[in-house]
C-alpha cells in the first residue's frame, strides 16, 4: 500500500524553476529520510538531495548545491524538489524515495540501495 508518486516536471528553458512534489501514502514522510535522485539514459541513478528527520541535516550532490533545495509538508505528508537556475545538464528522470531507517547521518541516504520505496520518476527537460 506504500505508494510515493513524484510530479512536476516538464520543459523548461535554461536559468528557470520548476518545483518537483512527491506525495506519499501508506507512510508519513515525517518518519523516514528523503531521497531525490535523478537518471539520464546510459548512466547509474545519482543522488540530487537526501535529508533525514531525525539528523536535520540535508545533502546536496555538488552539481546541484545552491541551485536546488529539499523541504516537506508534514501537514500534506509531501517532500518537494526545489530546482532554480536550471542548466541542461539537469535533463533527467526524477524520482523521490523513503528510508524508514532515521539512524544514520544525511550522506548515508545518498546511495540508491538504501531506500525501501521509490516513487514513479518525473521527467524533466531543459533547453538551451
Known amino acids: 500500500e506504500v505508494q510515493l508518486q513524484a510530479s512536476g516536471g516538464g520543459l523548461v528553458q535554461a536559468g528557470g524553476s520548476l518545483r518537483l512534489p512527491c506525495a506519499a501514502s501508506g507512510i508519513t514522510f515525517d518518519d523516514y529520510a528523503i531521497g531525490w535522485f535523478r537518471q539520464v539514459p546510459g548512466k547509474e541513478r545519482e543522488v540530487v538531495a537526501c535529508s533525514s528527520s531525525s539528523d536535520g541535516t540535508t545533502y546536496y550532490a555538488p552539481s546541484v548545491k545552491g541551485r536546488f533545495t529539499i523541504s516537506r509538508d508534514n501537514a500534506k505528508d509531501t517532500v518537494y524538489l526545489q530546482m532554480k537556475r536550471l542548466k541542461p545538464d539537469d535533463t533527467a528522470v526524477y524520482y523521490c524515495?523513503?528510508?524508514?531507517?532515521?539512524?544514520?547521518?544525511?550522506?548515508?541516504?545518498?546511495?540508491?540501495?538504501?531506500?525501501?520505496?521509490w516513487g514513479q520518476g518525473t521527467l524533466v527537460t531543459v533547453s538551451s
Open positions: 524515495a523513503a528510508n524508514s531507517n532515521l539512524g544514520h547521518s544525511s550522506y548515508y541516504y545518498s546511495s540508491a540501495a538504501v531506500y525501501d520505496y
